[in-house]
């Protein structure tokens, strides 16, 4: 079973930066795609961030240019960068681990959540 686990999250004021990361407990070479999603009070859970086992990232068109994903295959861990964090960024942070498969649905993974907190 593949556990996620994140971290990182906590309360900043607005303009602030937080490092999210999430650690794997086996090699993040085995998904193809790994990111960062996350939920407001009220609303869907929407795609963040992701990379994949090339490196090729996708960003909302929220977060572009104040957030970076990567990824240190030592570590099997992603990483969140986030600058210029604004108010509406408040949500809770999932990651989310992705197998893609020939035949059939995809595995996907998540982790437990991290809340994000940006005050004004």
């Known amino acids: 079973q593949v556990q996620l686990v994140e971290s990182g999250g906590g309360l900043v004021q607005a303009g602030g930066s937080l490092r999210l990361s999430c650690a794997a407990s086996?090699?993040?070479?085995?998904?193809?795609?790994m990111g960062w999603y996350r939920q407001a009070p009220g609303k869907q859970r929407e795609l963040v961030a992701a990379?994949?086992?090339?490196?090729?990232?996708n960003y909302a068109d929220s977060v572009k240019g104040r957030f970076t994903i990567s990824r240190d295959n030592t570590k099997n861990t992603v990483h969140l960068q986030m600058n210029s964090l604004k108010p509406e960024d408040t949500a809770v942070y999932y990651c989310?681990?992705?197998?893609?498969?020939?035949?059939?649905?995809?595995?996907?993974?998540w982790g437990q959540g991290t809340q994000v907190t940006v005050s004004s």
């Open positions: 990379i994949t086992t090339g490196g090729y990232t």
């Open positions: 989310r681990a992705t197998i893609v498969i020939a035949v059939g649905p995809n595995k996907d993974y």
């Open positions: 086996r090699s993040i070479f085995s998904f193809n795609t």
